[in-house]
């Protein structure tokens, strides 16, 4: 029933969060009209969201010549992921509003402490067609590491991860498919998403 629910869930709420539609009167999405000054990355750190997700619910706006009184959809963030280990999956939502789920996991051996991480400023890597997602922990559970926190980086990454890669030490994380994980960093806000 759950996952059913989850389905349905993400069925109306992908379109609204990240999507063109906009339901007239919608706080959590609105249509807005655009002010002098006003640019995609302004409009994302006030929305507390990245100026690329403004663009992609924009498609009709060039986001360099964006002309005041235009009207304009944005998304009030920030968005957060929850990894659930072991349903191997990560739920995404917009502040407390349930988005859509993908599957995720723990690559076999690594080791992830349990607790609160958040996206990292400056850690949102795109190399060619690799990405990875930089986390800083807040809370970690000091059973699981000694109350020292994880040994190396720890990441959001996808076929390209810490292991596969050349970012210096290796670190630990969770995988997503590379489709999903450009969909996270579209969404997910540097020094804000956790």
Known sequence: E????????????RGVFLGTAVIPGDAAAPLIELRPGDTFL???????VPATLLEAVNPSLNPRDLRP?????????????????????????????????????????????????????????????????????????????G????????????TAGPRRGRLGAPGTGVEVADSDLSELSNVLAEGRSL
Do not use: C
């Open 69 to 145: 009184g235009t009207g304009v959809k944005v998304v009030r963030g920030p968005f957060h992921a929850l990894f659930r280990k072991g349903a191997r999956r990560m739920d995404v939502y917009a502040r407390d509003i349930y988005v859509e789920s993908m599957p995720a996991e723990v690559a076999e051996g690594d080791f992830l402490a349990q607790g609160t991480y958040r996206v990292k400023r400056g850690a949102k890597i795109k190399v060619q067609r690799r990405e990875w997602i930089g986390l800083e922990p807040l809370a970690v559970s000091p059973d699981a590491t």
């Open 2 to 13: 759950a996952a059913g629910l989850r389905s349905e869930l993400a069925a109306l709420n």
């Open 42 to 48: 302004r409009l994302g750190h006030a929305y507390a």
């Open 147 to 158: 109350g020292e926190g994880p040994a190396g980086p720890v990441w959001i990454y996808g």
